[in-house]
């Protein structure tokens, strides 16, 4: 038989999981969010702030709601991850660079 929509052999978490997943993602939203409407830090170190809590956002979601971590189980959904995220970095990235080369290549001098 196939596998359809019944069939449930990966791990699902717990409540106590989701429900501390869903703690640690309010904390790690609301964290930046008073960082932008009460600075207490430069805009610089303001972003930098924003970004780290970002990646750690990201890796709460995924060992809670995605149920992803370093165990053998899971180890292929990590590496279809890693290779999803490493492919999505060089579009992303690549576009910018391109982006930035046609504008610096067709730039209009001034006289």
């Keep these: 038989m196939g596998h359809g929509h019944n069939d449930h052999s990966g791990s699902h978490g ?12 309010v904390i790690l939203t609301a ?3 008073a960082l932008v409407m009460h600075p207490v830090t ?3 170190a303001t972003i930098a702030w924003i ?7 990201v890796v709460v979601h995924l060992h809670y709601f995605l149920h992803m971590d370093l165990s053998p189980a899971s180890r292929d959904t990590v590496v279809s ?5 490493i492919i999505i ?4 990235g ?3 660079w ?3 080369n046609l504008n610096h290549n067709t730039m209009i001098m001034g006289d």
Excluded: H, R
């Excluded at 717990?14 to 993602?25: D, H, M, Q, T």
């Excluded at 991850?81 to 995220?85: E, I, K, N, P, Q």
């Design 14 to 25: 717990s409540f106590k999981s989701y429900a501390i997943g869903f703690i640690l993602s």
């Design 31 to 33: 964290i930046p969010f």
């Design 42 to 44: 430069s805009t610089s």
């Design 51 to 57: 970004f780290i809590l970002a990646a750690v956002q």
């Design 81 to 85: 991850f890693v290779f999803t995220a």
């Design 89 to 92: 970095v060089l579009v992303i």
């Design 94 to 96: 690549g576009s910018i």
């Design 98 to 100: 391109i982006m930035q």
